[in-house]
């Protein structure tokens, strides 16, 4: 077994919140898969017992038990406002050829009923990855399982693929440097100035895959016509892309669902399965000009809020999108529902939203 470096406390602190500007809700994990080794081996003195041998995928593996008393416990479990320390236990897999960690789960026993959550189940997985010629035991996967007292289940998965090993050179000088200028193709390229008030339109250049899209990945949008402003001037031209985050892509189930009545996009042709749904949280982020990207400033349309004229008109008017629930939705942020979609539902390219932009 090897444990891997731990991260200076911090710098952990400003990846969970940049994580957090991203999945405000629901379940988060880090992946932290050092911190419960510490824990369970050298923390908080846990109770081992062997529970014989297995077979997996043809291989053969040692299962272990644990046990963590509350009074000896250093688990802590955070929600909104408040923090409680939980009993624990779990099972350890190892190779009984190689002696390594395979897998290691840790359920939580006894959660108080302020923390709205009944269990919460954690699965982290590990595998051999080859870097710069030698093999390492590394974290591949870790599951996040939280069970809620009203019924819901959230879930987060993260998983570590294609591990690389970074390396640079650098070269120290004390000489004067010359005064070299500035060629004009490097030079910073200024931002165009884009006046609150002008809408715009955009389409989907990308298909979203409900089985496999997760928040915090890119998806690209183009405008579908120039910005201008309200002298008819071309701000941002027709064609122009873009960059898109997905903030939020929630799954609702609801009873009776049949898979035998899903069509070739994965949509539901079942009565009564209105609460079936997924719901999409898109965020703007840059226009992707040729001379590199810009901040995208703008809210959606309203429901119910009438939307400017295009510049140059009085009465020409883009028709409002149906948008989700408006405290879901804030400055460049466009939400979706789409009624019956399975779990292979396809959100198709070409999907419109219109927008309005707004001050820096």
């Excluded at 090993?165 to 060629?183: A, M, Q, R, V």
């Excluded at 027709?238 to 949509?267: E, F, M």
Aim: glycine residues 8%; contains cysteine; proline residues 8%.
């Amino acid at each position: 077994m090897r444990l891997m470096a731990q991260p200076d406390p911090s710098e952990l602190l400003l990846r969970v919140r940049d994580r957090v500007k991203i999945v405000n809700e629901g379940s988060l994990s880090t992946g932290y898969f050092e911190g419960f080794l510490e824990l369970v081996f050298r923390g908080d003195n846990a109770s081992f017992s062997y529970s014989g041998e297995i077979s997996e995928n043809g291989r053969s593996l040692m299962e272990y038990g644990y046990r963590v008393p509350l009074e000896a416990s250093h688990y802590v479990f955070r929600f909104p406002g408040q923090a409680v320390t939980t009993a624990y236990e779990g099972t350890l897999l190892v190779d009984s050829r190689t002696g390594e960690l395979v897998r290691l789960t840790l359920r939580t026993d006894g959660m108080p009923s302020e923390t709205g959550a009944c269990e919460v189940d954690n699965t982290m997985s590990y595998s051999r990855f080859r870097l710069n010629g030698s093999d390492f035991l590394l974290p591949s996967e870790t599951h996040l399982h939280i069970i809620g007292r009203n019924g819901v289940e959230t879930e987060n998965l993260t998983v570590y693929s294609a591990c690389h090993e970074f390396l640079g050179e650098s070269t120290l000088n004390f000489d004067t440097p010359p005064d070299t200028p500035i060629p004009a193709s490097t030079a910073p390229r200024a931002e165009t100035v884009i006046p609150a008030g002008l809408p715009f339109h955009l389409a989907l250049t990308d298909d979203i895959h409900v089985a496999t899209a997760a928040a915090g990945e890119t998806v690209k949008a183009v405008l579908t016509a120039d910005l201008r402003d309200q002298t008819k001037t071309v701000l941002i031209p027709k064609g122009t892309p873009v960059i898109c985050r997905i903030l939020r892509i929630r799954r609702w189930y609801g009873h009776g669902t049949d898979p035998r009545a899903l069509d070739s996009n994965g949509q539901i042709h079942l009565p009564g399965n209105s609460s079936v749904r997924v719901e999409l949280l898109l965020g703007l982020e840059n226009f992707a000009l040729p001379g590199g990207q810009q901040p995208v400033y703008a809210e959606p349309y309203r429901v119910g809020i009438a939307a400017p004229p295009r510049p140059g008109t009085l009465k020409s008017r883009p028709m409002p999108m149906e948008l989700g629930p408006l405290n879901a939705i804030g400055r460049n942020q466009w939400s979706a529902s789409f009624p019956r979609a399975g779990d292979h539902y396809v959100i198709k390219s070409g999907l419109a939203s219109n927008w309005v932009t707004v001050a820096p």
